[in-house]
């Protein structure tokens, strides 16, 4: 029996257990993918925001405000690269330069550092292509851009490294509370007993919560369509660009991201499953259309790859994190949208002294090591570094994606790493390996004969990204 089951592996199960991996606490992770970040970690915007927007008194506005400074920490020890960029609310309007000053107070209201309020020509002085249409702009020193999936992989793997259990291709279907705690049962009829259990299911999260008999709250899904463009265009702002936000929620964007693309989106629209996330033709032209009102100079030519991710919401507008009334020792952590990647690890901290109020005893983990090695350590060499490396380890002298410049060193390490890939979608958020302008035209082939020969499994096995995403149908027999 584990003393805390998570159900959902993405950045906020990721970080929560990573957490709990600091304490005498057997801790298990389960997840209804084949691989961590499989739901909206995989797919938002990878926004660090500062703070300025939730309402004040919300838990949205105190995880928030304390929540910044903690990724930015665990990302450091995690070994994560993020920038702290900045970011620009943009007005249009003078009636959008009145919400400009309410989301300035609201961000002294919530004790947000540096926010200040430029005017139209003060903003273009630190933003030259920005749309001379800009009439103000809240300026938000302590945003930050990272990787979301780069995050939860970390997260996931330090946890595991600290005696952490991942179960994947786990969907729940069943939880029974009974006078030991909890037994959750897996569509393929796999059990897992806990004394504690926290519902970190995102999208589905209202529906996991309802096997315990809790149907305190509905999960709305919101799929939010991306343009991605080239590494041409990562240089054409330096601050993440918003315009003013709408009850829709924070609206258009155009961001640098941590890895030199430009990112642009996302579109906000209900859906009626979390399935729902594919693009539309009229919801990349939104993305296109207000993009360029911000940034008018942005070349849609260098389009690499549009994607959407399906966030989950709720009708009061603030995060659920609670003790279930339905089951004593069952924890929701629902409803974690915007700025939930921000607040992950605050949210990870919340949650645990919550488990301990409720119950769990926490005792410190003496053996805890909250490093984790540096994937990107052989980009970081010198060329004679590199040289020196490639003649001790051959493999990181052969380059098998052109366009990101990945290796087979760290494709293989990859592999073999917590949490393992096991497909090409898996190689691909761990390394970039497919990622770049060709989209893995060029190195999926050899992607896929590492991940046979890594897990020993035969090459038309591998998938992109689980089952029924088969590459390949079969061999041509000479």
Known sequence: MYDVTIIGAGVVGGMLARELSKYRLSVCLLERGNDVACGASKANSGIVHGGYDPVPGTLKAKLNTVGVEKLFNTAEELHVPYRRNGSLVCAFSEAENETVQKLYNRGQENNIPNLKVLSGEEVRKIEPNLSESVTSALLVENAGIICPYELTIAAVGNAMDNGATLKTDFEVVGIEKNENGFVITSVDGETVESRFAVNCAGCYSDKIAQMIGDNSFEIIPRAGEYLLLDKNEGKRVSYTIFQVPTADGKGILVS??????????????????????????DGLDTVRKLALKSVPSVDFRQVITGFSGVRSSEKNGDFIIEESKAAKG???????????????????????????????????????????????????????EKNEYIKAHPQYGRIICRCEGVSEGEIRDAIRRNPPAHDIDGVKRRTRSGMGRCQGGFCAPYVMKLLSEENNVPFETVTKSGKNAEMVVGRIEP
């Open 256 to 281: 640098p991201t941590v890895d030199g693309n430009l990112l642009t989106g996302p579109t906000a629209l209900a859906v009626e499953t979390p399935e729902n996330n594919e693009t539309t033709l």
């Open 330 to 384: 069952f924890v929701n952590v629902a409803a974690i949208d915007s700025p939930g990647l921000t607040c992950s690890a605050a949210i990870a901290e919340y949650v645990t002294e919550l488990l301990e109020s409720i119950g769990l005893d926490l005792t410190l983990n003496p053996d805890f090591d909250g490093r984790r090695e540096n994937p990107h350590l052989f980009h970081t060499m010198t060329t004679e």
